[in-house]
Nanobody, 125 residues
């Protein structure tokens, strides 16, 4: 599974961005998808996840109500809509995939099998 994340950029506080994660795999709907982020000098942290059939989602408290994760299995793509962005959301954002037999709401980095290269999101105050 190869993942390609894009859509990052520079935005003012209160603004919005939409990240995309394209997967090169035949059976995209066999994998749960997630987003993590890593700020400068910080460890990589869980942001949100979505089950392989898109029927359930899970969010970290820090983004709940502001971020929305979705996927289009026909396009082999997962999305992260980020609204009401704050300077503390500044980080490199990574998408990740896990086999559908694993739990979809694992917040640990070790719980995800495949990773994209990351896309930088910078929120100015």
């Amino acid at each position: 599974v190869q993942l390609q994340a894009c859509g990052g950029g520079l935005v003012q506080a209160g603004g919005s961005l939409r990240l995309s994660c394209a997967a090169s795999v035949r059976t995209f709907n066999s994998y749960h998808m997630s987003w993590f982020r890593q700020g400068p000098g910080k460890e990589r942290k869980f942001v949100c996840s979505i089950s392989r059939s898109a029927d359930v989602t899970y969010y970290a408290d820090a983004v709940k109500g502001r971020f929305t994760v979705s996927r289009d299995n026909a396009k082999n793509t997962a999305y992260l809509q980020m609204n009401s962005l704050k300077p503390e959301d500044t980080a490199v954002y990574y998408c990740a995939a896990a086999d559908g037999l694993r739990t979809y709401h694992t917040t640990s980095v070790a719980g995800w099998d495949y990773w994209g290269q990351g896309t930088q999101v910078t929120v100015s105050s």
